[in-house]
């Protein structure tokens, strides 16, 4: 087979067969990026709402939410995966959700590839808590972006300020493209295709998407907590901790 043939890359060998039966527009490199695109919109809720919503009950459990609780949580996707109703449900109209959201921050983080103060592409530093008084919330949690943060030991500092002494905080993050996706990814053909063809047009290289292990947030911020714990499931990892009361 002539060398021109090979080396085409996950879009490359569309067949006559395929335009026939597809029409040529599956041929359009614009209408590829678009697809591969629109496939990643609405990830998080199906993730968070269908394939893991035990993971949810998990959470608040975790948390110990109940009711009258002032809450703050910050993420990717909150209301659409559910969290900012649940916890307004949890709490009742005695208690508070306050709620950061980041996902348009992230995406322009991605396309700009801005790199962080930790050497991580798509990750700043975090400003959101500057003007909240000490020991305001009951309840601390970031739910689908702790990937972001550029700074763990001082995130980590200043949202165990805002919360108060025996209190828990959790971390949660359904991780993409981190060094345990990759492991999993190669241990089939079918799935490394599928990831190729849909990151293909990606204006950066993939392997450079932020991910922090639980290890590494177990040397960031487990001096400041009490008994800091992590599990992973299915590509979840949930990491924990409690602020001293004292």
């Not at 109940?66 to 709490?91: A, Q």
């Not at 500057?130 to 550029?150: E, L």
């Amino acid at each position: 087979m002539p060398d021109e043939q090979w080396n085409r890359g996950p879009w490359g060998y569309v067949q006559p067969w395929d335009i026939k039966a597809q029409g040529p527009s599956i041929t359009d490199v614009e209408e590829q990026k678009r697809w591969t695109r629109v496939i990643l919109f609405g990830g998080l809720p199906y993730m968070w709402r269908e394939l893991a919503a035990p993971m949810n009950t998990i959470i608040y459990s975790l948390l110990e939410v109940k009711p009258g609780d002032r809450v703050f949580v910050i993420g990717e996707s909150l209301g659409p995966c559910g969290w900012v109703d649940d916890l307004k449900k949890i709490v009742g109209p005695t208690g508070e959700v306050t709620a950061v959201e980041i996902l348009e921050e992230a995406r322009a983080a991605y396309d700009a590839q801005k790199v962080g103060r930790n050497g991580k592409m798509a990750c700043w530093q975090w400003k959101y808590t500057r003007d909240i008084p000490d020991a305001s919330y009951d309840v601390v949690a970031v739910m689908q972006a702790v990937q972001h943060c550029d700074d763990w030991r001082e995130t980590g500092a200043e949202l165990l300020r805002i919360l108060k002494p025996g209190k828990r905080l959790m971390l949660a993050e359904v991780y993409i493209f981190g060094a345990p996706f990759w492991a999993r990814l190669e241990t089939d053909l079918h799935l490394q295709y599928w990831v190729d063809k849909l990151t293909h047009f990606f204006p950066f290289d993939i392997r450079k998407t932020p991910y922090y292990s639980p290890e590494e947030l177990h040397a960031a911020l487990d001096a400041q907590l009490e008994l800091p714990q992590h599990i992973e499931w299915k590509g979840i990892e949930l990491f924990w901790g409690r602020k001293p009361a004292q």
